[in-house]
Protein backbone atom coordinates (compact mmCIF):
# COMPACT_ATOMS: atom_id res chain seq x y z
CA UNK A 1 0.00 0.00 0.00
CA UNK A 2 3.10 2.31 0.90
CA UNK A 3 3.80 1.06 -2.25
CA UNK A 4 1.37 2.04 -4.42
CA UNK A 5 0.92 5.19 -2.57
CA UNK A 6 4.73 6.43 -3.14
CA UNK A 7 3.99 5.15 -7.21
CA UNK A 8 0.58 7.37 -7.75
CA UNK A 9 1.13 10.49 -5.81
CA UNK A 10 3.54 11.92 -8.45
CA UNK A 11 1.17 11.27 -11.70
CA UNK A 12 -1.96 12.39 -9.18
CA UNK A 13 -0.16 15.58 -8.27
CA UNK A 14 0.81 16.21 -12.04
CA UNK A 15 -2.79 15.24 -13.11
CA UNK A 16 -4.65 17.98 -10.64
CA UNK A 17 -1.79 20.25 -11.87
CA UNK A 18 -3.04 19.90 -15.73
CA UNK A 19 -6.24 20.34 -14.85
CA UNK A 20 -6.04 23.74 -12.76
CA UNK A 21 -3.52 24.56 -16.05
CA UNK A 22 -6.38 23.41 -18.48
CA UNK A 23 -9.10 25.28 -16.12
CA UNK A 24 -6.93 28.91 -16.16
CA UNK A 25 -6.25 28.44 -19.52
CA UNK A 26 -9.80 28.17 -21.16
CA UNK A 27 -10.88 31.16 -18.94
CA UNK A 28 -8.20 33.28 -19.97
CA UNK A 29 -8.36 32.96 -23.31
CA UNK A 30 -11.11 31.08 -24.66
CA UNK A 31 -14.67 32.98 -26.06
CA UNK A 32 -16.97 33.17 -23.31
CA UNK A 33 -19.83 31.87 -24.99
CA UNK A 34 -17.78 29.04 -27.15
CA UNK A 35 -16.97 27.99 -23.42
CA UNK A 36 -19.10 24.67 -22.13
CA UNK A 37 -19.82 24.14 -25.99
CA UNK A 38 -16.46 24.04 -28.22
CA UNK A 39 -14.03 24.51 -25.53
CA UNK A 40 -14.70 22.29 -21.82
CA UNK A 41 -13.85 22.91 -19.08
CA UNK A 42 -13.15 20.85 -15.90
CA UNK A 43 -15.41 22.40 -13.41
CA UNK A 44 -18.12 21.79 -16.75
CA UNK A 45 -16.90 18.58 -16.60
CA UNK A 46 -17.73 17.71 -13.31
CA UNK A 47 -21.04 19.39 -13.38
CA UNK A 48 -22.03 17.23 -16.37
CA UNK A 49 -20.60 13.76 -14.81
CA UNK A 50 -22.83 14.90 -11.66
CA UNK A 51 -25.80 16.22 -13.24
CA UNK A 52 -26.01 13.68 -16.37
CA UNK A 53 -25.26 10.72 -14.11
CA UNK A 54 -27.93 8.90 -14.67
CA UNK A 55 -27.83 9.04 -18.56
CA UNK A 56 -23.94 8.31 -18.10
CA UNK A 57 -24.45 5.20 -16.35
CA UNK A 58 -27.52 4.13 -18.40
CA UNK A 59 -25.29 4.27 -21.50
CA UNK A 60 -22.31 2.88 -19.54
CA UNK A 61 -24.39 -0.22 -18.87
CA UNK A 62 -25.36 -0.65 -22.75
CA UNK A 63 -21.55 -0.42 -23.35
CA UNK A 64 -20.65 -2.56 -21.49
CA UNK A 65 -23.21 -5.32 -22.15
CA UNK A 66 -21.52 -4.75 -26.06
CA UNK A 67 -17.81 -5.26 -24.72
CA UNK A 68 -18.27 -8.10 -22.75
CA UNK A 69 -20.78 -10.10 -25.08
CA UNK A 70 -18.18 -9.31 -27.41
CA UNK A 71 -15.02 -10.36 -25.69
CA UNK A 72 -16.80 -13.40 -24.36
CA UNK A 73 -17.22 -14.58 -28.41
CA UNK A 74 -13.76 -13.63 -28.80
CA UNK A 75 -12.38 -15.33 -26.02
CA UNK A 76 -14.47 -18.60 -26.66
CA UNK A 77 -14.11 -18.17 -31.02
CA UNK A 78 -10.37 -16.89 -30.86
CA UNK A 79 -9.74 -20.20 -28.40
CA UNK A 80 -11.60 -22.71 -30.71
CA UNK A 81 -10.08 -21.05 -34.02
CA UNK A 82 -6.41 -20.91 -32.24
CA UNK A 83 -6.51 -25.02 -31.48
CA UNK A 84 -8.10 -25.85 -34.96
CA UNK A 85 -4.82 -23.72 -36.14
CA UNK A 86 -2.55 -25.39 -33.44
CA UNK A 87 -3.85 -29.01 -34.05
CA UNK A 88 -3.61 -28.69 -38.23
CA UNK A 89 -1.33 -27.19 -40.66
CA UNK A 90 -4.14 -27.64 -43.27
CA UNK A 91 -6.57 -25.15 -41.53
CA UNK A 92 -2.60 -23.01 -40.46
CA UNK A 93 -2.53 -22.15 -43.93
CA UNK A 94 -6.27 -21.96 -44.68
CA UNK A 95 -7.38 -19.76 -42.03
CA UNK A 96 -4.46 -18.10 -40.85
CA UNK A 97 -4.14 -15.72 -44.02
CA UNK A 98 -7.73 -14.94 -43.89
CA UNK A 99 -7.42 -13.76 -39.96
CA UNK A 100 -4.65 -11.60 -40.67
CA UNK A 101 -6.88 -10.01 -43.38
CA UNK A 102 -9.73 -9.48 -41.32
CA UNK A 103 -7.28 -7.84 -39.21
CA UNK A 104 -6.21 -4.82 -42.02
CA UNK A 105 -9.46 -4.24 -43.02
CA UNK A 106 -9.91 -1.18 -40.74
CA UNK A 107 -13.16 -1.29 -38.20
CA UNK A 108 -14.58 1.60 -39.47
CA UNK A 109 -15.08 0.21 -43.33
CA UNK A 110 -16.97 -2.76 -41.75
CA UNK A 111 -19.12 -1.27 -39.40
CA UNK A 112 -21.54 0.21 -40.98
CA UNK A 113 -22.31 -2.73 -43.20
CA UNK A 114 -22.94 -4.73 -40.37
CA UNK A 115 -25.37 -1.78 -39.18
CA UNK A 116 -26.85 -2.60 -42.19
CA UNK A 117 -26.90 -6.28 -42.21
CA UNK A 118 -28.35 -6.03 -38.37
CA UNK A 119 -30.56 -3.44 -37.65
CA UNK A 120 -29.82 -0.26 -34.92
CA UNK A 121 -29.57 -3.15 -32.00
CA UNK A 122 -26.75 -3.93 -29.82
CA UNK A 123 -25.62 -6.64 -32.18
CA UNK A 124 -23.49 -4.75 -35.06
CA UNK A 125 -21.63 -3.23 -31.89
CA UNK A 126 -20.32 -6.60 -30.19
CA UNK A 127 -19.30 -8.07 -33.67
CA UNK A 128 -17.12 -5.29 -34.06
CA UNK A 129 -16.13 -5.36 -30.55
CA UNK A 130 -15.37 -9.06 -31.05
CA UNK A 131 -13.74 -8.95 -34.41
CA UNK A 132 -10.90 -6.54 -33.12
CA UNK A 133 -10.28 -8.38 -29.73
CA UNK A 134 -10.50 -11.73 -32.03
CA UNK A 135 -7.25 -11.58 -33.50
CA UNK A 136 -4.76 -10.69 -30.38
CA UNK A 137 -6.79 -13.94 -28.77
CA UNK A 138 -6.06 -16.05 -31.70
CA UNK A 139 -2.64 -15.14 -32.40
CA UNK A 140 -1.19 -15.64 -28.73
CA UNK A 141 -3.07 -18.45 -27.98
CA UNK A 142 -1.68 -20.10 -30.92
CA UNK A 143 2.19 -19.06 -29.31
CA UNK A 144 0.77 -20.33 -26.14
CA UNK A 145 0.17 -24.13 -27.10
CA UNK A 146 3.76 -23.90 -29.36
CA UNK A 147 5.20 -22.84 -25.51
CA UNK A 148 5.23 -26.20 -24.51
CA UNK A 149 8.71 -27.59 -23.23
CA UNK A 150 9.46 -30.27 -25.00
CA UNK A 151 10.70 -32.19 -21.60
CA UNK A 152 7.72 -31.62 -20.36
CA UNK A 153 5.81 -33.41 -23.09
CA UNK A 154 8.44 -36.09 -23.19
CA UNK A 155 7.35 -36.72 -19.42
CA UNK A 156 3.91 -37.03 -20.29
CA UNK A 157 4.53 -40.02 -22.99
CA UNK A 158 6.40 -41.58 -20.17
CA UNK A 159 3.51 -41.57 -17.85
CA UNK A 160 1.21 -42.75 -21.11
CA UNK A 161 -0.71 -39.81 -21.21
CA UNK A 162 -3.43 -38.98 -24.74
CA UNK A 163 -3.31 -36.39 -26.66
CA UNK A 164 -6.77 -34.63 -24.82
CA UNK A 165 -4.73 -35.67 -21.46
CA UNK A 166 -1.73 -33.57 -22.90
CA UNK A 167 -3.61 -30.91 -23.97
CA UNK A 168 -5.43 -30.58 -20.63
CA UNK A 169 -2.85 -30.90 -18.13
CA UNK A 170 0.25 -29.54 -20.29
CA UNK A 171 -0.34 -27.23 -23.07
CA UNK A 172 -3.22 -25.12 -21.81
CA UNK A 173 -1.81 -24.92 -18.38
CA UNK A 174 1.68 -23.62 -20.08
CA UNK A 175 -0.43 -21.38 -22.32
CA UNK A 176 -1.99 -19.74 -19.78
CA UNK A 177 0.55 -16.73 -19.38
CA UNK A 178 0.59 -15.86 -23.01
CA UNK A 179 -3.79 -16.36 -23.43
CA UNK A 180 -3.61 -13.77 -20.64
CA UNK A 181 -1.75 -11.21 -22.86
CA UNK A 182 -4.04 -12.09 -25.47
CA UNK A 183 -7.01 -10.76 -23.04
CA UNK A 184 -5.33 -7.78 -21.85
CA UNK A 185 -4.85 -6.74 -25.20
CA UNK A 186 -8.10 -7.79 -26.24
CA UNK A 187 -10.20 -5.83 -23.75
CA UNK A 188 -8.51 -2.62 -24.44
CA UNK A 189 -9.35 -3.47 -28.25
CA UNK A 190 -12.58 -4.24 -27.78
CA UNK A 191 -13.41 -1.24 -25.32
CA UNK A 192 -12.58 0.66 -29.02
CA UNK A 193 -14.59 -1.66 -31.04
CA UNK A 194 -17.78 -1.07 -29.37
CA UNK A 195 -17.55 3.10 -29.72
CA UNK A 196 -16.88 2.33 -32.93
CA UNK A 197 -19.97 0.27 -33.50
CA UNK A 198 -21.92 2.70 -31.66
CA UNK A 199 -20.44 6.14 -33.65
CA UNK A 200 -22.17 4.42 -36.90
CA UNK A 201 -25.52 3.79 -35.98
CA UNK A 202 -28.24 6.10 -35.02
CA UNK A 203 -30.84 4.19 -33.23
CA UNK A 204 -33.41 6.28 -31.32
CA UNK A 205 -32.68 5.35 -27.09
CA UNK A 206 -30.06 4.55 -25.20
CA UNK A 207 -26.85 3.50 -27.74
CA UNK A 208 -24.33 3.12 -25.06
CA UNK A 209 -21.30 6.09 -24.48
CA UNK A 210 -20.41 6.16 -28.01
CA UNK A 211 -23.80 6.98 -29.71
CA UNK A 212 -24.38 9.86 -26.70
CA UNK A 213 -20.92 11.30 -27.54
CA UNK A 214 -21.89 11.94 -30.71
CA UNK A 215 -25.63 13.00 -29.73
CA UNK A 216 -24.34 15.58 -27.24
CA UNK A 217 -21.39 16.91 -29.54
CA UNK A 218 -24.12 17.47 -32.35
CA UNK A 219 -26.12 19.89 -29.18
CA UNK A 220 -23.01 21.08 -28.40
CA UNK A 221 -22.65 19.79 -25.00
CA UNK A 222 -18.92 19.29 -25.19
CA UNK A 223 -18.62 18.86 -21.15
CA UNK A 224 -21.00 16.05 -21.65
CA UNK A 225 -18.87 14.47 -24.27
CA UNK A 226 -16.00 14.94 -22.27
CA UNK A 227 -17.76 13.00 -19.18
CA UNK A 228 -18.44 10.25 -21.58
CA UNK A 229 -14.66 9.72 -23.01
CA UNK A 230 -13.80 9.81 -18.69
CA UNK A 231 -16.51 7.11 -18.18
CA UNK A 232 -15.62 5.16 -21.20
CA UNK A 233 -12.20 5.38 -19.98
CA UNK A 234 -12.91 4.04 -16.49
CA UNK A 235 -15.07 1.53 -17.72
CA UNK A 236 -11.86 0.43 -20.24
CA UNK A 237 -9.83 0.53 -16.85
CA UNK A 238 -12.03 -1.43 -14.29
CA UNK A 239 -12.36 -4.43 -17.40
CA UNK A 240 -8.19 -4.03 -17.38
CA UNK A 241 -7.78 -4.21 -14.18
CA UNK A 242 -10.49 -7.20 -13.52
CA UNK A 243 -8.60 -9.59 -16.26
CA UNK A 244 -5.13 -8.79 -14.28
CA UNK A 245 -6.87 -9.75 -10.83
CA UNK A 246 -8.25 -12.61 -12.65
CA UNK A 247 -4.95 -13.55 -14.20
CA UNK A 248 -2.87 -12.80 -10.45
CA UNK A 249 -4.63 -15.36 -8.94
CA UNK A 250 -4.75 -18.13 -12.22
CA UNK A 251 -0.92 -17.55 -12.39
CA UNK A 252 -0.13 -17.24 -8.63
CA UNK A 253 2.50 -20.21 -9.58
CA UNK A 254 4.21 -17.75 -11.33
CA UNK A 255 4.54 -14.71 -8.31
CA UNK A 256 5.49 -18.18 -6.17
CA UNK A 257 8.06 -18.38 -8.77
CA UNK A 258 9.29 -14.72 -8.78
CA UNK A 259 9.37 -14.39 -5.26
CA UNK A 260 12.30 -17.43 -5.28
CA UNK A 261 14.51 -14.15 -6.67
CA UNK A 262 12.81 -11.36 -4.91
CA UNK A 263 11.53 -10.25 -9.42
CA UNK A 264 7.95 -9.59 -7.80
CA UNK A 265 9.77 -6.29 -6.37
CA UNK A 266 12.67 -5.25 -8.08
CA UNK A 267 11.42 -6.36 -11.58
CA UNK A 268 14.16 -5.10 -14.28
CA UNK A 269 16.38 -2.67 -12.71
CA UNK B 1 9.20 -58.56 -15.70
CA UNK B 2 12.17 -59.95 -17.65
CA UNK B 3 14.31 -57.38 -19.52
CA UNK B 4 16.63 -57.84 -22.26
CA UNK B 5 18.41 -55.31 -24.29
CA UNK B 6 20.47 -56.78 -27.00
CA UNK B 7 23.16 -54.94 -29.64
CA UNK B 8 22.07 -51.52 -28.85
CA UNK B 9 23.31 -48.67 -31.30
CA UNK B 10 22.21 -45.25 -31.19
CA UNK B 11 24.17 -42.80 -32.89
CA UNK B 12 22.58 -38.24 -33.09
CA UNK B 13 22.46 -37.06 -36.64
CA UNK B 14 24.64 -33.60 -36.47
CA UNK B 15 25.76 -30.93 -38.45
CA UNK B 16 29.51 -31.40 -38.81
CA UNK B 17 29.94 -35.46 -38.14
CA UNK B 18 27.23 -38.09 -36.41
CA UNK B 19 27.88 -38.71 -32.71
CA UNK B 20 27.74 -41.88 -31.42
CA UNK B 21 26.33 -42.39 -28.14
CA UNK B 22 25.58 -46.01 -27.78
CA UNK B 23 28.16 -49.17 -28.99
CA UNK B 24 26.64 -52.68 -29.55
CA UNK B 25 25.21 -52.56 -25.55
CA UNK B 26 23.90 -55.82 -23.97
CA UNK B 27 22.03 -55.74 -21.10
CA UNK B 28 19.88 -57.55 -18.85
CA UNK B 29 17.33 -57.44 -15.89
CA UNK B 30 16.39 -60.74 -14.51
CA UNK B 31 12.45 -60.32 -12.70
CA UNK B 32 12.93 -59.03 -9.30
CA UNK B 33 16.30 -57.87 -10.08
CA UNK B 34 18.35 -54.59 -8.93
CA UNK B 35 20.98 -53.42 -11.69
CA UNK B 36 22.67 -50.42 -11.75
CA UNK B 37 25.11 -48.38 -14.17
CA UNK B 38 27.68 -46.66 -13.75
CA UNK B 39 30.06 -44.80 -16.45
CA UNK B 40 31.52 -41.46 -16.85
CA UNK B 41 29.64 -38.40 -17.35
CA UNK B 42 28.42 -38.07 -21.28
CA UNK B 43 29.56 -41.18 -21.80
CA UNK B 44 25.14 -42.11 -22.81
CA UNK B 45 23.68 -43.66 -19.82
CA UNK B 46 20.54 -41.26 -20.19
CA UNK B 47 20.03 -42.06 -23.79
CA UNK B 48 20.35 -46.16 -22.55
CA UNK B 49 17.09 -45.09 -20.28
CA UNK B 50 15.47 -43.21 -23.00
CA UNK B 51 15.95 -45.60 -25.47
CA UNK B 52 14.41 -48.30 -23.22
CA UNK B 53 11.44 -46.16 -22.17
CA UNK B 54 10.43 -45.50 -25.80
CA UNK B 55 11.58 -41.22 -26.26
CA UNK B 56 14.10 -42.36 -28.28
CA UNK B 57 13.61 -45.00 -31.29
CA UNK B 58 17.44 -46.40 -31.73
CA UNK B 59 19.71 -46.37 -34.70
CA UNK B 60 19.53 -50.56 -34.05
CA UNK B 61 19.02 -53.00 -31.21
CA UNK B 62 16.38 -54.96 -29.71
CA UNK B 63 14.49 -55.28 -26.45
CA UNK B 64 12.85 -58.29 -25.40
CA UNK B 65 10.58 -58.22 -22.42
CA UNK B 66 10.01 -61.71 -21.19
CA UNK B 67 11.40 -63.07 -24.06
CA UNK B 68 9.11 -61.77 -26.49
CA UNK B 69 10.02 -58.66 -28.67
CA UNK B 70 8.77 -55.53 -28.20
CA UNK B 71 9.60 -51.37 -30.16
CA UNK B 72 10.38 -49.96 -26.51
CA UNK B 73 9.20 -50.72 -22.89
CA UNK B 74 7.26 -47.57 -22.08
CA UNK B 75 3.64 -49.21 -20.48
CA UNK B 76 6.17 -51.25 -18.72
CA UNK B 77 8.68 -48.71 -17.24
CA UNK B 78 8.42 -46.21 -14.05
CA UNK B 79 10.82 -43.81 -15.24
CA UNK B 80 12.71 -41.33 -13.47
CA UNK B 81 14.54 -38.96 -15.53
CA UNK B 82 17.29 -36.82 -14.30
CA UNK B 83 15.87 -33.69 -14.14
CA UNK B 84 12.37 -33.62 -11.82
CA UNK B 85 10.37 -31.79 -14.29
CA UNK B 86 7.63 -30.55 -11.62
CA UNK B 87 4.66 -29.14 -13.71
CA UNK B 88 5.42 -25.57 -12.06
CA UNK B 89 1.63 -24.95 -12.14
CA UNK B 90 0.83 -27.79 -10.04
CA UNK B 91 1.45 -27.88 -6.17
CA UNK B 92 3.52 -30.80 -4.45
CA UNK B 93 1.10 -32.97 -3.62
CA UNK B 94 -1.16 -32.99 -7.37
CA UNK B 95 2.50 -32.63 -8.74
CA UNK B 96 3.45 -36.75 -7.58
CA UNK B 97 -0.28 -37.40 -8.53
CA UNK B 98 0.33 -36.72 -11.84
CA UNK B 99 0.98 -40.49 -13.59
CA UNK B 100 -1.47 -41.99 -11.28
CA UNK B 101 -4.24 -39.44 -12.26
CA UNK B 102 -3.09 -39.41 -16.16
CA UNK B 103 -3.32 -43.27 -15.88
CA UNK B 104 -6.98 -42.80 -14.52
CA UNK B 105 -6.14 -44.58 -11.01
CA UNK B 106 -8.09 -44.21 -8.38
CA UNK B 107 -7.22 -40.70 -6.97
CA UNK B 108 -8.60 -40.92 -3.28
CA UNK B 109 -6.34 -44.10 -3.09
CA UNK B 110 -3.29 -42.83 -5.16
CA UNK B 111 -3.38 -39.19 -2.12
CA UNK B 112 -3.76 -41.45 0.49
CA UNK B 113 -0.35 -43.30 -0.95
CA UNK B 114 1.20 -39.98 -2.28
CA UNK B 115 0.75 -38.53 1.31
CA UNK B 116 2.09 -41.65 2.98
CA UNK B 117 5.12 -41.48 0.70
CA UNK B 118 5.19 -37.84 1.22
CA UNK B 119 5.73 -38.52 5.02
CA UNK B 120 8.66 -41.40 4.77
CA UNK B 121 10.58 -39.00 2.44
CA UNK B 122 10.59 -35.95 4.71
CA UNK B 123 8.15 -33.92 2.65
CA UNK B 124 5.40 -33.96 4.99
CA UNK B 125 4.00 -30.24 5.59
CA UNK B 126 5.31 -29.05 2.12
CA UNK B 127 2.35 -30.72 -0.26
CA UNK B 128 0.99 -27.29 -1.14
CA UNK B 129 3.85 -25.62 -1.98
CA UNK B 130 4.76 -24.72 -5.96
CA UNK B 131 7.94 -27.08 -7.19
CA UNK B 132 9.72 -23.51 -7.08
CA UNK B 133 9.48 -22.96 -3.30
CA UNK B 134 10.86 -26.02 -2.83
CA UNK B 135 14.60 -27.04 -2.90
CA UNK B 136 16.20 -29.19 -5.60
CA UNK B 137 16.40 -32.28 -3.26
CA UNK B 138 12.98 -31.69 -2.37
CA UNK B 139 11.40 -31.85 -5.99
CA UNK B 140 13.88 -34.91 -6.67
CA UNK B 141 11.75 -36.47 -4.03
CA UNK B 142 8.41 -35.65 -5.32
CA UNK B 143 9.62 -36.50 -8.37
CA UNK B 144 10.73 -40.06 -6.97
CA UNK B 145 7.00 -40.50 -5.76
CA UNK B 146 5.21 -39.40 -9.23
CA UNK B 147 7.61 -42.16 -10.82
CA UNK B 148 6.50 -45.00 -7.94
CA UNK B 149 3.09 -43.88 -7.77
CA UNK B 150 2.89 -45.25 -11.65
CA UNK B 151 2.93 -48.71 -10.25
CA UNK B 152 4.92 -50.08 -13.27
CA UNK B 153 7.00 -53.28 -13.35
CA UNK B 154 10.40 -51.87 -13.85
CA UNK B 155 11.97 -48.65 -12.58
CA UNK B 156 14.39 -46.63 -14.61
CA UNK B 157 16.06 -44.38 -12.05
CA UNK B 158 18.49 -41.86 -13.15
CA UNK B 159 20.82 -40.60 -10.79
CA UNK B 160 17.44 -40.69 -8.28
CA UNK B 161 19.72 -39.48 -5.25
CA UNK B 162 21.70 -36.79 -7.00
CA UNK B 163 20.85 -33.55 -5.39
CA UNK B 164 20.74 -34.93 -2.03
CA UNK B 165 22.93 -34.98 1.18
CA UNK B 166 24.94 -38.24 2.31
CA UNK B 167 22.42 -38.83 5.21
CA UNK B 168 19.03 -38.46 3.53
CA UNK B 169 20.45 -40.43 0.43
CA UNK B 170 21.44 -43.24 3.11
CA UNK B 171 17.81 -43.32 4.81
CA UNK B 172 16.08 -43.24 0.73
CA UNK B 173 18.34 -46.19 -0.42
CA UNK B 174 17.23 -47.88 3.14
CA UNK B 175 14.08 -47.26 1.79
CA UNK B 176 14.39 -48.39 -1.62
CA UNK B 177 15.54 -51.84 -0.41
CA UNK B 178 12.95 -52.59 1.98
CA UNK B 179 10.27 -51.25 -1.28
CA UNK B 180 12.61 -53.53 -3.19
CA UNK B 181 12.11 -56.43 -1.16
CA UNK B 182 8.60 -56.07 -0.73
CA UNK B 183 7.32 -55.93 -3.79
CA UNK B 184 10.36 -57.50 -5.75
CA UNK B 185 10.59 -55.00 -7.87
CA UNK B 186 12.92 -54.98 -11.00
CA UNK B 187 14.90 -51.73 -11.08
CA UNK B 188 17.29 -49.95 -13.03
CA UNK B 189 19.29 -47.61 -11.71
CA UNK B 190 21.98 -45.02 -13.03
CA UNK B 191 24.57 -43.72 -10.84
CA UNK B 192 27.57 -41.96 -9.86
CA UNK B 193 27.79 -43.33 -6.62
CA UNK B 194 29.63 -46.09 -6.12
CA UNK B 195 28.53 -47.10 -1.99
CA UNK B 196 24.81 -46.35 -3.60
CA UNK B 197 25.71 -49.20 -6.28
CA UNK B 198 27.08 -51.28 -4.13
CA UNK B 199 25.05 -51.31 -1.26
CA UNK B 200 21.51 -51.51 -3.39
CA UNK B 201 22.47 -53.70 -6.50
CA UNK B 202 22.69 -57.16 -7.35
CA UNK B 203 24.59 -56.50 -10.34
CA UNK B 204 26.36 -53.57 -11.73
CA UNK B 205 26.73 -52.50 -15.30
CA UNK B 206 30.42 -50.38 -16.26
CA UNK B 207 29.86 -48.42 -18.97
CA UNK B 208 32.89 -46.85 -21.48
CA UNK B 209 32.85 -43.50 -22.02
CA UNK B 210 31.25 -42.20 -25.40
CA UNK B 211 30.17 -44.43 -27.47
CA UNK B 212 28.84 -46.51 -24.53
CA UNK B 213 29.56 -49.73 -24.52
CA UNK B 214 29.45 -52.67 -21.67
CA UNK B 215 33.71 -52.76 -19.88
CA UNK B 216 32.80 -55.03 -17.38
CA UNK B 217 29.15 -56.38 -15.28
CA UNK B 218 29.92 -57.17 -11.94
CA UNK B 219 28.29 -59.43 -8.96
CA UNK B 220 27.69 -58.22 -5.84
CA UNK B 221 26.27 -61.60 -4.13
CA UNK B 222 27.11 -59.83 -0.10
CA UNK B 223 24.40 -60.08 2.05
CA UNK B 224 21.68 -57.55 2.72
CA UNK B 225 21.52 -55.48 4.51
CA UNK B 226 25.22 -54.53 3.21
CA UNK B 227 27.64 -53.02 6.18
CA UNK B 228 29.09 -49.82 4.24
CA UNK B 229 32.10 -50.45 6.41
CA UNK B 230 32.61 -54.14 6.76
CA UNK B 231 35.65 -55.82 5.44
CA UNK B 232 34.09 -57.56 2.43
CA UNK B 233 32.32 -54.24 0.98
CA UNK B 234 35.85 -52.73 1.20
CA UNK B 235 36.72 -55.29 -0.73
CA UNK B 236 34.04 -55.22 -3.48
CA UNK B 237 34.45 -51.36 -4.08
CA UNK B 238 38.32 -52.17 -4.54
CA UNK B 239 37.59 -54.12 -6.85
CA UNK B 240 34.73 -51.24 -8.94
CA UNK B 241 37.35 -48.86 -8.13
CA UNK B 242 40.00 -50.25 -10.18
CA UNK B 243 37.41 -51.39 -12.89
CA UNK B 244 36.57 -48.16 -13.16
CA UNK B 245 39.90 -46.61 -13.18
CA UNK B 246 40.43 -49.06 -16.31
CA UNK B 247 37.86 -47.68 -17.86
CA UNK B 248 38.31 -43.90 -17.22
CA UNK B 249 42.35 -44.33 -18.04
CA UNK B 250 41.62 -46.05 -21.33
CA UNK B 251 39.64 -43.15 -22.49
CA UNK B 252 42.61 -41.00 -22.94
N1 LIG C 1 19.91 -34.78 -28.88
C1 LIG C 1 21.24 -34.96 -28.91
N2 LIG C 1 21.95 -34.59 -29.99
C2 LIG C 1 23.27 -34.75 -30.03
N3 LIG C 1 23.99 -35.29 -29.05
C3 LIG C 1 23.33 -35.68 -27.93
C4 LIG C 1 21.94 -35.53 -27.81
N4 LIG C 1 21.57 -36.00 -26.60
C5 LIG C 1 22.70 -36.42 -26.00
N5 LIG C 1 23.76 -36.24 -26.81
C6 LIG C 1 25.13 -36.60 -26.50
O1 LIG C 1 25.14 -37.94 -26.14
C7 LIG C 1 26.09 -38.16 -25.11
C8 LIG C 1 25.46 -38.97 -24.00
O2 LIG C 1 24.48 -38.19 -23.34
P1 LIG C 1 23.74 -38.75 -22.05
O3 LIG C 1 22.80 -37.73 -21.60
O4 LIG C 1 23.19 -40.09 -22.36
O5 LIG C 1 24.96 -38.89 -21.03
P2 LIG C 1 24.96 -39.48 -19.55
O6 LIG C 1 25.77 -40.70 -19.56
O7 LIG C 1 23.59 -39.59 -19.03
O8 LIG C 1 25.76 -38.34 -18.77
P3 LIG C 1 25.55 -37.78 -17.28
O9 LIG C 1 26.15 -38.78 -16.36
O10 LIG C 1 26.33 -36.52 -17.28
O11 LIG C 1 24.11 -37.58 -17.08
C9 LIG C 1 26.60 -36.81 -24.70
O12 LIG C 1 27.91 -36.65 -25.22
C10 LIG C 1 25.67 -35.82 -25.34
O13 LIG C 1 26.38 -34.70 -25.77
MG1 LIG D 1 22.52 -38.60 -17.70
Redesign the pocket.
Known sequence: MINFFRLTWLPALLLVLLIVVWELAVRAWAAPDLIHKIYPLPSGIAEAMWSKSFLLLQNSWVTLQEILIGLSLALVLGFIVALLIFYSSTLERLLYPIIILTQNVPVFAIAPLLVIWMGFNIWPKVVVAALIAFFPMVVNTVDGLRSTEPDLIQLFKILGADRWQRLIHLRIPAALPLIFSGIKIGVTLSVVGAVVGEWVSSEVGIGGLGRLMMTEKRLLHVDTVFAAILWLALLGLMLFMAVSLLERWALRWKHAAEARYNLAEAKEA | MHLNVKGLFHC???LTAA?D?LDDVQLEIQSGEFVSVL????????????VISGLLTPTSGHLFIDDVEVPHAQSQVAYMQ?KDLLLPWRRALPNAMLGAQLNKANLMDAETEARKLFEQFDLAGYEQHYPSELSGGMRQRVALVRTLLTHRPLWLL??PFGALDALTRMRLQDWMLKAWENVQQSILM?T?DLDEALVLSDRIYI?TP?P?HVHAVIKVSLPRPRDRMSVAFTEVKKELWDVLSEVLSKSD
Open positions: FPSIVGPSGCGKSTLLNQDEVHLRA
